[in-house]
Each structure stands twice: as C-alpha cells, then as structure tokens.
C-alpha cells in the first residue's frame, strides 16, 4: 500500500476560482520545489496554500516519512459555503455580494525516483532583543552643553539656503 498524507482546510476565505489557479502551479512538485513556488507567489492564495503544505508536511514528519521525498499527488479546491450581503442600488432595489469560500485538500505521495532539488529553504534565524541601556548609563556618557557647542563650531559648515537657491548657471 502507498503511503499518503493529507491535509485539509476549510472555509478558506477565498474565491475558489483564484484558489485552482495557484493550486494548478504546485500540482506535481516535489515538496520542497512547492513550498519554494509559493514563497515567491505574490496573490493571497499563495500564502494560504503555503500554511496548508506545511501542515501536510507537519503530519509527514509526525508520520515518521522522509520530506525529501515527498510530492503533491493531489491538490483538490471545492467550493464553500458563500456568505450573501446586499449592496443598495437604484430605485430601492438591492444588489447581492456573495462572499466565497473554499474547502482545499492536498494529498502528499511518496516517490522513490523523486530528482535531488537544486535549492533548499532555511528558516530564518529569530532575531535577537536588544537590551535597552538604564538611564544611569546614558546620565554618564552625557557631554555638558558647551562642549557640544565647540564640536558643531569645528564641524565644517554646509552652504546655506540662500547659496542653494540663488546658484549661477553654469553653462
């Protein structure tokens, strides 16, 4: 028997029809070449299919089966429930808004002949807190307010507004 994985999500608040196209473009692709293409996808269904490949990862791994072997056998978009609103029109009448939804499933199969990708993603590494400096440290390294006026006295003055304004053409 072929070892699967599937992952589910529901009321996906997204037209199913912009669903399938970013569906269309993972379906086949190695685990790791998907996830690469919906890094780089720049619609909104890309980063909801991106949640949704890694939870099938998630229960993959949890499965104890091997990632890099692993491809998208099936990806399938339904249609969900569409919440209806009403938008007033003319003369009284009423025009509907149907908010769409969709139900997506994707399966992840096994391959033994699945090619070595040339790329791998890392995570990125969490970025470190800077600790903030107490108010005793700043208190000591404060310069009293004549020093400071001879610094900007030795600093070379740039040309005024006036000088930046009124320039001869050069020609």
Same mark, same amino acid.
């Given at each position: 028997?072929?070892?699967?994985?599937?992952?589910?999500?529901?009321?996906?608040?997204?037209?199913?029809?912009?669903?399938?196209?970013?569906?269309?473009?993972?379906?086949?692709?190695?685990?790791?070449?998907?996830?690469?293409?919906?890094?780089?996808?720049?619609?909104?269904?890309?980063? #909801?299919?991106?949640?949704?490949?890694?939870?099938?990862?998630?229960?993959?791994?949890?499965?104890?089966?091997?990632?890099?072997?692993?491809? #998208?056998?099936?990806?399938?978009?339904?249609?969900?429930?569409?919440?209806?609103?009403?938008?007033?029109?003319?003369?009284?009448?009423?025009?509907?808004?149907?908010?769409?939804?969709?139900?997506?499933?994707?399966?992840?199969? #096994?391959?033994?002949?699945?090619?070595? #990708?040339?790329?791998?993603?890392?995570?990125?590494?969490?970025?470190?807190?800077?600790?903030?400096?107490?108010?005793?440290?700043?208190?000591?390294?404060?310069?009293?307010?004549?020093?400071?006026?001879?610094?900007?006295?030795?600093?070379?003055?740039?040309?005024?507004?006036?000088?930046?304004?009124?320039?001869?053409?050069?020609?």
């Amino acid at each position: 028997m072929e070892q699967t994985v599937i992952a589910k999500l529901r009321y996906a608040h997204v037209p199913p029809r912009k669903m399938r196209l970013q569906a269309d473009v993972i379906r086949g692709l190695a685990l790791v070449e998907a996830e690469a293409q919906l890094m780089l996808s720049p619609r909104r269904p890309g980063g #909801v299919l991106l949640k949704l490949l890694q939870s099938a990862k998630a229960n993959a791994k949890y499965k104890k089966m091997d990632p890099s072997m692993l491809f #998208v056998k099936e990806i399938r978009v339904d249609q969900g429930p569409k919440q209806k609103r009403g938008m007033p029109r003319a003369r009284g009448s009423m025009a509907v808004i149907e908010k769409k939804t969709s139900h997506i499933t994707i399966v992840l199969g #096994v391959s033994a002949t699945l090619r070595k #990708v040339p790329y791998l993603i890392h995570e990125h590494p969490k970025k470190k807190k800077i600790e903030k400096k107490s108010k005793k440290d700043s208190s000591e390294k404060k310069k009293p307010a004549s020093e400071k006026k001879e610094e900007k006295m030795k600093q070379p003055s740039e040309p005024g507004a006036f000088k930046k304004v009124f320039r001869r053409k050069s020609i």
